[in-house]
């Protein structure tokens, strides 16, 4: 016989969980602790510590190997390197000018504009984001809204 039966009594797995047999018996009935073995009155000390580790928070690696301590890591390096990021290194005046362009579809000229000269607007055209009409308008681009939107939301971020 071995000296530490996987199988235990009611009374066995309350002093096991550091509980009364009452005790064990209401977390049995509420599913905090799993049932007895069918056919039998004896408890399996795998499945209770299992049932203690998911009560506690501690849980063991997943089919992947990772704790969730690194999935959560990884998501939050993901979330901040990721899409929702701005792609185009935009200096400040030139975020906020792209914003405002994109918020208020008014804003199509250099002098409606405000702090906004051609050096901006050459840096925005530049990385695609801004195209110049003929008739000295401004109008942004399918990128240049997606850029907006990013930036904005890096904003409310911060």
């Given at each position: 016989m071995t000296d530490n039966p996987r199988l235990i009594s009611r009374a066995e797995a309350a002093a096991y969980c550091g509980i009364t047999p009452t005790c064990f018996s209401m977390w049995v009935a509420t599913h905090k602790m799993p049932p007895s073995i069918p056919g039998t009155r004896k408890w399996d000390k795998r499945a209770i510590d299992a049932k203690l580790d998911e009560i506690s928070g501690l849980q063991g690696k997943d089919k992947n190997g990772q704790t969730d301590l690194q999935k959560w890591r990884d998501?939050?390096?993901?979330?901040?390197?990721?899409?929702?990021?701005?792609?185009?290194?935009?200096?400040?005046?030139?975020?906020?000018?792209?914003?405002?362009?994109?918020?208020?579809?008014?804003?199509?000229?250099?002098?409606?504009?405000?702090?906004?000269?051609?050096?901006?607007?050459?840096?925005l055209i530049r990385k695609g984001l801004v195209n110049e009409e003929p008739d000295g308008q401004f109008l942004i681009t399918e990128a240049g809204h997606e850029e907006a939107v990013r930036i904005l939301a890096e904003m409310t971020r911060r």
């Open positions: 998501r939050r390096r993901a979330r901040k390197e990721g899409a929702n990021r701005p792609k185009h290194s935009l200096d400040k005046r030139a975020a906020e000018t792209l914003a405002a362009m994109s918020y208020n579809t008014d804003l199509k000229t250099l002098n409606v504009l405000p702090g906004v000269g051609p050096a901006t607007m050459k840096a």
